[in-house]
């Protein structure tokens, strides 16, 4: 039986922006079965990244329920709410977020310097990763020496390190050409069919969206149309 990573049920979030209340989610119910590679669609404004911060514990709903891998974390505290995304979920952002002045090899290893990992462990695991994303031989560049997709594949690599059950995707292949962006979403895919990692990513590009198994395209905070591939 395929267990779901992600559970959404009816789930809202408003903001007040001075005299102003922006509901940028309305009531959205959704499940990402683990092994689903999911792509989130819509223009501006549409809840997509409201979402992707509750999804990534960044940012709790202001109602319904949210479960990641059978745990309801929408009322949990700050602390544990850092636990889950150090633990369980992997991020790699549009503008990659990785420390300048730095090799790619410290770059990757971060996440583990806040688990009591031995050195020797980080240090080994790191260099897989960055095997694993096409950077062998690349490790004691640093950032400023790496080209714009080496620096993603860096963040893959960073996002893999605690062998999350998740890794979300903002707008990955937002700053790349169309060449580069199409070998990162190659290492996705296959990160997705030959690991069974679950993926979940937020693009307004057709293109990369359809490299996803699944899209659910957003508007106005709802989810109105869903396409599989």
């Known amino acids: 039986m395929v ?12 903001y007040i922006v001075g005299e102003t209340e922006v509901r940028a989610l309305r009531g959205v119910s959704l499940i990402v079965p683990a092994g689903d590679f999911l792509a989130i669609m819509g223009a501006s404004g ?3 990244s409201t979402m992707m911060n509750v999804i990534g514990c960044l940012d709790k709903p202001s109602s319904g329920k949210y479960f990641l891998d059978g745990e309801e974390i929408s009322k949990l505290d700050k602390n544990r709410l850092a636990e889950i995304r150090n633990k369980k979920i992997g991020f790699v952002f549009q503008s990659f977020n990785l420390l300048s002045r730095t090799t790619a090899l410290e770059n990757a290893e971060l996440p583990l310097l806040y688990s009591n990992v031995p050195g020797k462990e980080r240090h080994a695991r790191a260099m897989a990763s960055l095997a694993l994303v096409g950077l062998k031989g690349r490790e004691t ?5 790496l080209s714009g997709g080496e620096q993603q594949r860096v963040a893959i690599a960073r996002a893999l390190l605690n062998e999350p059950s998740l890794i979300l995707a903002d707008e990955p292949t937002g700053n790349l050409d169309t060449k580069t962006s199409e070998e ?5 895919s296959k990160l997705n069919k030959d ?8 693009t307004h590009e057709t293109d990369i969206g359809a490299r ?3 899209r659910i395209f957003m508007r106005d905070g709802q989810i109105v149309r869903e396409e599989v591939n």
């Open 184 to 188: 990162i979403m190659d290492i996705f």
């Open 195 to 202: 690991k069974g990692i679950t993926i979940v990513m937020v």
């Open 141 to 145: 560049h640093k950032t400023n020496q």
């Open 3 to 14: 267990k779901n990573v992600i559970q959404l049920e009816n789930l809202t979030r408003t």
């Open 212 to 214: 996803a198994k699944r």
């Open 46 to 48: 549409s809840g997509k």
